[in-house]
């Protein structure tokens, strides 16, 4: 895979917009990296900010994007979570630390209080068709339990689709389950537990590895600390 940008000296970390954000804030500040004001601003546009550190930058981009950004070398290192790294398998990200945020689950979905006979028996699990953003996943589920799944591909509001009939079962996060009950759907089965990791890109490791292990060991010592107390 091209690697772009590596003979830069500055190091960018992507991290991913909406909720796992919100709980990488405290690990930032904890870490003592402080993005610019435009960063925590809801109202600006900009993608791209600075730090505290003028050898360090911040992207924000969709949390399955981090994963490209950082394969491809583009950003040296992100925040990720384990459903993405699942679903694309990358080899070039290399995810030494659990940061232990955006604790969820990856879970089976399908309408509330119906009794769905295709799915009792898994004979007739083909004909089951699902609706996901983790169509390598899920496809792999099934096939370890012997069925072909039929996978519907989309990129977001899932729980619309068993209730609009377009599919019988969804595989999708889910954290209170409140989006699942808000939309009359209810949990069948976990696939599996899902947090965020620290990932690295693997050519930059070998590149950028003064700064990007001294970042390691930060996150990695802040993890271990109940109180999060400040590192540097
Ligand atoms: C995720 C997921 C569910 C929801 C589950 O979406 O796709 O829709 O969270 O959370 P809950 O169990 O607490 O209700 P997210 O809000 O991350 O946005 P997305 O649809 O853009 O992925």
């Given at each position: 895979?091209?690697?772009?940008?590596?003979?830069?000296?500055?190091?960018?970390?992507?991290?991913?917009?909406?909720?796992?954000?919100?709980?990488?804030?405290?690990?930032?500040?904890?870490?003592?990296?402080?993005?610019?004001?435009?960063?925590?601003?809801?109202?600006?546009?900009?993608?791209?900010?600075?730090?505290?550190?003028?050898?360090?930058?911040?992207?924000?981009?969709?949390?399955?994007?981090?994963?490209?950004?950082?394969?491809?070398?583009?950003?040296?290192?992100?925040?990720?979570?384990?459903?993405?790294?699942?679903?694309?398998?990358?080899?070039?990200?290399?995810?030494?630390?659990?940061?232990?945020?955006?604790?969820?689950?990856?879970?089976?979905?399908?309408?509330?209080?119906?009794?769905?006979?295709?799915?009792?028996?898994?004979?007739?699990?083909?004909?089951?068709?699902?609706?996901?953003?983790?169509?390598n996943v899920t496809q792999r589920y099934f096939a370890?339990?012997?069925?072909?799944?039929?996978?519907?591909?989309?990129?977001?509001?899932?729980?619309?689709?068993p209730v609009l009939k377009l599919s019988n079962l969804?595989?999708?996060?889910?954290?209170?389950?409140?989006?699942?009950?808000?939309?009359?759907?209810?949990?069948?089965?976990?696939?599996?537990?899902?947090?965020?990791?620290?990932?690295?890109?693997?050519?930059?490791?070998?590149?950028?590895?003064?700064?990007?292990?001294?970042?390691?060991?930060?996150?990695?010592?802040?993890?271990?600390?109940?109180?999060?107390?400040?590192?540097?």
């Amino acid at each position: 895979m091209s690697v772009i940008d590596m003979k830069s000296n500055s190091l960018i970390l992507a991290l991913p917009k909406g909720r796992i954000l919100k709980d990488c804030l405290p690990l930032l500040k904890a870490a003592n990296i402080i993005p610019e004001d435009a960063f925590f601003d809801k109202n600006s546009r900009l993608l791209r900010f600075k730090t505290n550190d003028p050898k360090l930058d911040i992207i924000r981009v969709r949390s399955f994007d981090v994963a490209t950004f950082v394969a491809f070398g583009t950003a040296s290192l992100g925040v990720c979570g384990s459903d993405v790294l699942m679903e694309f398998d990358y080899s070039d990200i290399y995810a030494p630390l659990d940061l232990n945020i955006g604790r969820c689950r990856l879970s089976i979905a399908q309408l509330a209080g119906i009794k769905d006979k295709n799915l009792e028996d898994p004979a007739r699990w083909s004909q089951i068709r699902i609706a996901t953003k983790y169509p390598n996943v899920t496809q792999r589920y099934f096939a370890s339990k012997g069925a072909q799944a039929d996978i519907i591909n989309l990129h977001g509001a899932m729980e619309l689709a068993p209730v609009l009939k377009l599919s019988n079962l969804i595989v999708d996060l889910v954290d209170t389950g409140s989006t699942l009950r808000a939309n009359g759907l209810q949990e069948v089965k976990t696939i599996t537990q899902i947090s965020s990791r620290l990932i690295i890109n693997r050519t930059a490791l070998k590149t950028q590895s003064a700064c990007i292990n001294r970042l390691i060991d930060r996150f990695r010592q802040l993890v271990a600390s109940p109180n999060k107390e400040s590192v540097s």
